[in-house]
């Protein structure tokens, strides 16, 4: 996003300073089921009972929804907090699926399947929260930066400054504790750059990082947003183009008349 090569060597030499005393957690389940992992360096904590519950209850079921799921144990269902209102995204659920031996997939998501093989749902099972008596309780800590985005972010800056092999050598750094084997795809830089950008998706899949992660590489040109995603795609197929940020409030504007509006809302 028009930032020079010295704030890309800059990337990387701040990854590997806030890397230091890290290692990645050996079950990829502990990062959101333990607290204070030793893959974590910077998480918003919660305590039980601290808070009613944090965003992903979104994703999980209350337990009559899953009253008739065959597998109701493994899921993290609630009798009460839970809203199951998003789902994880067919396109995410095929980034997992393109590695079936990738060990994140059943701590990412889970589909509930009734006795006849039908599914129920598919929810979040990441952030599985604290089991309480009768009740479960959404507590996991948000994590900001954790070691394996380090390692992404690297991958990211060496493929920027077209140095795809040692971009490499950093994306494999998490695909082989996620067991999916090398990068084995094409060295060129713009697919090496998607391979990152996929492995984001999987690897901090819930994290908070997705869309900003679609602004970065599209203006880097690896990819074109527009395309990348279904609603923004329907809209370019009606002939309407939405900008990629939100509109600054007028009343900032009113207040300091320096600040310039957002390109596409300057008729506002």
Do not use: C
């Amino acid at each position: 996003m028009n930032g020079s090569e010295q704030d890309l060597k800059d990337v990387i030499t701040y990854a590997d300073l806030a890397s230091k005393g890290l290692s990645l957690e050996d079950n990829f389940a502990d990062i959101y089921g333990t607290k204070y992992g030793k893959e974590v360096i910077w998480t918003i904590h919660f305590e039980i009972y601290e808070k009613e519950a944090q965003y992903s209850q979104s994703l999980k079921p209350r337990d009559v929804f899953v009253e008739k799921a065959v597998n109701k144990d493994e899921i993290p269902y609630a009798k009460g907090g839970a809203r199951s209102t998003y789902a994880p995204s067919p396109f995410l659920i095929g980034l997992f699926n393109a590695n079936p031996a990738d060990i994140r997939t059943k701590d990412s998501y889970i589909t509930a399947k009734d006795a006849d093989g039908n599914e129920i749902g598919t929810f979040d099972n990441k952030m599985k929260g604290t089991k309480t008596e009768g009740d479960r309780t959404y507590d996991s800590d948000i994590v900001i930066y954790r070691l394996a985005e380090m390692y992404l972010f690297k991958a990211e800056a060496y493929a920027a400054l077209n140095q795809t092999p040692q971009a490499i050598i950093e994306l494999n750094r998490v695909r082989d504790r996620a067991k999916i084997g090398t990068y084995s795809g094409s060295t060129n830089k713009i697919a090496v750059e998607k391979e990152i950008l996929n492995e984001r998706a999987r690897e901090l899949y819930l994290e908070r990082k997705r869309w900003p992660d679609l602004l970065r590489f599209h203006y880097g040109g690896t990819i074109d947003v527009y395309q990348e995603v279904p609603n923004l795609k329907k809209k370019v197929d009606d002939n309407i183009i939405i900008p990629l940020y939100l509109a600054i409030p007028l009343s900032d504007i009113n207040i300091n008349p320096n600040l310039k509006q957002t390109q596409g809302y300057e008729n506002l």
